[in-house]
């Protein structure tokens, strides 16, 4: 029994040592996966909501710069 036990937590210690190597790295980065996993949603159930927040950013980005140039303007005639 007591011969168990120590075969058990050597094993044990031996399963810890092994796991405490170095973490595998991914064979992926993160930004290619990210893209992958956009370009797959598309085509999947979600690909109208994926499109229509793609359209929204675009909308965003454009609405952003038309209030930069605004503010621009307004500043350059100020002076």
Excluded: H, W, Y
């Excluded at 909501?49 to 303007?73: C, F, M, P, R």
Aim: hydrophobic share 45%.
């Amino acid at each position: 029994m007591i011969a168990a036990r120590n075969g058990m937590a050597v094993a044990l210690a031996a399963l810890a040592i092994a796991a405490c190597g170095k973490p595998a790295t991914p064979k992926v980065d993160a930004a290619t996966e990210r893209a992958e996993a956009t370009e797959r949603a598309k085509k999947d159930a979600f690909g109208a909501q994926v499109k229509s927040l793609e359209t929204a950013k675009g909308l965003e980005a454009d609405i952003n710069k038309k209030a930069q140039d605004s503010v621009d303007n307004a500043e350059k005639n100020a002076k």
